[in-house]
């Protein structure tokens, strides 16, 4: 039993979906799985299992931000011997033509992060995606008729940073996108060796300052929810 999870062994499935939000983890569970079970429910960080097209799944938020992520995810691979995580959640977009909406399957994250400059060193890891993952999301994507686009994508430490333009040298090396979690997770699973992937919905844009309405949020969140799951039990 984990410290910040406390679920039993046996409870949580080999493969597990993380959104940032707990109730967006609720959401998933009351509205694709069969026969939810909650786990945990501990600092509100909500965990469920359920089956999905008859495959046991979990679905476990993580909160904002690096060091939120890497207790659960940490927890998660040691404790609960989890073999694939996703995560899904949102991102803005910081290359023109990546619209609201447009869905990102991050290949690879850099991060401004001083965690892996902890954890290695000063040395430099490049956290990337399982290759597995990335194609089984991106052939369950095209399935929908939906064209996901592939890349890196910049997981920072602050969203609300002293220098406005920072993104824009991101931007100039082809990082598609900003968001706060996916390098710690690339980084834990190649510890763990282990499977993980991060979809992000694109929420808004650095570069038209365009935001996605609640309504089409939940919309296009449902849709990336099912490449999720089709890709977590595949």
């Known amino acids: 039993m984990s410290v910040h999870i406390a679920a039993k062994k046996g409870e949580i499935a080999g493969a597990v979906l993380l959104p940032g939000d707990p109730l967006r983890a609720q959401f998933i569970a009351e509205n694709f799985l069969e026969d939810p079970v909650q786990y ?32 659960y995810v940490n927890e998660l691979f040691r404790d609960y011997d989890v073999k694939r ?42 956290p990337t995606a399982s290759f597995n993952l990335v194609k089984k999301a991106y052939e369950a994507a095209e399935k929908r008729g939906w064209k996901p686009r592939v890349g890196s994508v910049v997981s920072s430490d602050m969203f609300y940073t002293e220098d406005p333009d ?13 968001e706060m979690e996916s390098a710690e997770l690339y980084t834990l699973a190649a510890k763990y060796r282990r499977e993980a992937l991060a979809l ?34 595949s």
């Open 40 to 71: 945990t429910s501990i600092r509100n960080m909500s965990g469920f299992t359920g089956t999905y097209q008859g495959k046991r799944v979990s679905v476990q938020g993580t909160g904002m931000g690096i060091p939120s992520i890497s207790i």
């Open 85 to 126: 995580a996703i995560r899904i959640g949102t991102a803005g977009s910081i290359q023109e033509g990546l619209e609201l909406r447009e869905l990102v399957i991050a290949m690879s994250a850099c991060t401004d992060s001083g965690a892996n400059a902890i954890r290695f060193g000063g040395r430099h890891f490049a």
């Open 166 to 178: 920072e993104w824009k040298l991101w931007a100039k090396f082809g990082c598609l996108a900003l």
């Open 200 to 233: 992000l919905t694109i929420s808004d844009s650095l570069i038209t300052h365009g935001v996605t309405s609640a309504e089409e949020r939940q919309t296009t969140f449902t849709r990336m929810m099912e490449v999720a799951l089709e890709t977590a039990v």
